[in-house]
C-alpha cells in the first residue's frame, strides 16, 4: 500500500505498470519558465519524485518509469535531475540511486541546463559537484572534473619538425591499407588506440580505433577497420573537440549494444592501457577517457 503525505497530488501518481510518454520537453520547460504556470507534466513528474523522496513513503517508482515518461529527452533528464537534487531541502537527502542513473543517462555532462524556472547558469557537472559530498560523488561513480592547471596547454611548446617523406616512385610498391600515409604529414611514432575485442584469444576479429595527430595540420585523424566488412573508414581533419564528440557517441553505443563486445583496450601515449568491459563504462570511466584524450591531444608526446 502507498503512503504519501498529502503534499503530493495522489491523481498523479504511477502505477507500477505505467508507461505514459510525454514528447517535447526542450519546449514544455521554456513554455513553464515564460508563462510561469507549472504544465502538467512537469506537475506528474515532480508529485512522483516527492513520493519517491518522502522518507514515511514506501512509493518507489523505478526510474526507468521517470525516463519513459521523459521520452529519454536530453533537456528533460538534465531537468528531472536537477529537481532530484534541489530536493534536498524538503527532505535533508537525495535518492543516490536516482542520480547515479540519470547521471549515466546524460550524453554530456558539460553542457548547460536547459531554460526552466531557477534554471542553474553552469554545467551540469558543475551543479552536481558542487552540491554533491565526496562520499555522493564516490557512490554515484562520476569523477569530479581535472585541475585547472591540468588542462591548460603548455606555454610556447616546441614546435615538432619532422620531415615528410616524398611519395613512392611508380616503381615502389604501394602502401597497404593499415600502414601509414606519411604523405599527410602523420605524426606516424604516435597514436591513441582502442581496440575492439569479441575474443580474448582472437586478436585478428578485433575492430581497431586509431586517433592520429597531422604533423603539418595539427588536425586529428580516426581511422577505424571494421573487420566484419573488411573496410577501412576515416575521418580527416578533426579538432580535438570534434575528437571528443566523436568518442562520447562511439563509446554511449558500446553501452547500449545488445551483443557487446568482450571487452575494449584503451591505449593512449604516456598513459597506462587499461581493458575495459563495455559493461564498466560508466560515466566516470568515459569522464576519465576523455580526459586523458583530451590532455593527450593538447599536448601531443614525441615518440624518439
Known sequence: MINVTNTVNMKNIWNSTSSRRIFGWKDILRTWKNNHTTPHAVECILDNLRGALNPSS????????????????????????????????????????????????????????????????????????????????DYIQMMPPLEEELLTPLRNPPRIQRSVPAAPSRQEPLLENNA???????????????????????????????????????????????????????????????????????????TVDEEPYTSVQFSLPCMPTILVSPKNLTSQTRDMIYDSMALTMESWPVVY
Open 58 to 137: 514506501t512509493y518507489s517508482p523505478r526510474v526507468s518509469q521517470f525516463l519513459t515518461f521523459l521520452n529519454n529527452e536530453q533537456e528533460g533528464i538534465a531537468w528531472f535531475l536537477f529537481e532530484c537534487i534541489s530536493l534536498r531541502w524538503m527532505w535533508g537527502d537525495i535518492h543516490l540511486e536516482y542520480v547515479r542513473e540519470l547521471v549515466d543517462e546524460i550524453d554530456n555532462l558539460d553542457t548547460q541546463f536547459p531554460a526552466f524556472p531557477g534554471s542553474p547558469n553552469c554545467t551540469i557537472r558543475k551543479f552536481v559537484t558542487d552540491n554533491l559530498s565526496a562520499d555522493e560523488l
Open 180 to 254: 601509414v600515409d606519411a604523405s599527410r604529414g602523420d605524426d606516424c611514432n604516435t597514436l591513441m588506440q582502442i581496440r575492439l575485442i569479441r575474443n580474448i584469444n582472437k586478436k585478428d576479429i578485433d575492430e581497431v580505433v586509431n586517433i592520429k595527430r597531422n604533423s603539418i595540420t595539427s588536425l586529428f585523424e580516426v581511422r577505424h577497420f571494421d573487420r566484419s566488412s573488411g573496410l577501412h573508414m576515416n575521418n580527416y581533419s578533426m579538432t580535438s573537440d570534434a575528437v571528443i564528440r566523436h568518442m562520447k557517441l562511439f563509446l554511449r553505443m558500446l
